[in-house]
């Protein structure tokens, strides 16, 4: 590895780590001694990269930290061609439109050689199962950013109707569904609500009380639990 590829490669590290992580992990995962792994981070910090703490405390990067165009691997290049097309094909077409135009991005400052590389990926993706929903998923989508309540229809598996009040914090994408995870204010617990069941969608313009980071955490615990019926 290239001394600018070792550079790039710690930079990555530490886009992993929200909080200060110490020199000696970093030097483990990116497979330098210790001496090694301070002088590189002087570099860094001399050519600009905001990069704080010192040695014994640990180090960070601050946010918003931009690299220029980066060198990717054919497989790095594979996984974002492969993703990009995948969510280009799903039925939410503004999430689908942002795919492409991020994908337009990303050749856009590629060197030549990359940017056919990516032009010519041989990783293709199938034609998507037809949407049943009849809802716009990216009001879905902006109440999960803004932490807002949905209100909406709910068909249960019977074909039962009832009115609901939800607090969304995630959405998942499936091969033939699209799943809202939410707080339910009616039931008083996390539910899973698939999109093709709800009706007459409506984003509130009320926030709910908690933090959709908190929400998400919490209900990853409950996941190896036994569940009550939806």
């Not at 860094?44 to 405390?57: D, F, H, S, T, V």
């Not at 946010?63 to 993703?83: C, N, R, T, W």
């Not at 074909?159 to 994408?173: E, N, T």
């Amino acid at each position: 590895m290239s001394r600018s590829e070792r550079l790039l490669d710690l930079i990555q590290c530490l886009r992993r780590h929200r909080r200060p992580v110490s020199g000696h992990m970093l030097a483990d995962e990116t497979g330098v001694s210790i001496r090694t792994l301070y002088r590189d981070i002087a570099t860094l910090q001399g050519q600009g990269a905001p990069i704080e703490g010192e040695a014994g405390l640990g180090y960070v990067l601050k946010p918003g930290f931009m690299l220029p165009p980066l060198m990717f691997s054919d497989e790095e290049i594979e996984a974002i061609v492969l993703g990009s097309r995948w969510v280009a094909r799903q039925p939410d077409q503004r999430l689908s439109a942002a795919a492409a135009n991020a994908l337009a991005k990303i050749a856009a400052v590629l060197p030549d050689d990359l940017r056919e590389d990516l032009d010519a990926s041989t990783l293709l993706v199938g034609p998507p199962a037809a949407a049943t929903e009849g809802i716009d998923l990216g009001l879905v989508r902006q109440a999960i950013r803004n932490e807002r309540k949905l209100g909406f229809l709910y068909r249960d598996a019977g074909g039962a109707v009832s009115q609901r009040v939800v607090w969304p914090f995630a959405l998942g994408f499936f091969d033939k569904v699209r799943v809202v995870v939410a707080w339910c204010e009616t039931r008083q617990d996390f539910r899973h609500f698939r999109a093709d069941r709800i009706a007459e969608l409506q984003a509130m313009d009320t926030r709910y009380p908690r933090r959709r980071q908190a929400l998400l955490k919490e209900w990853r615990t409950t996941l190896d639990k036994p569940r009550g019926p939806r």
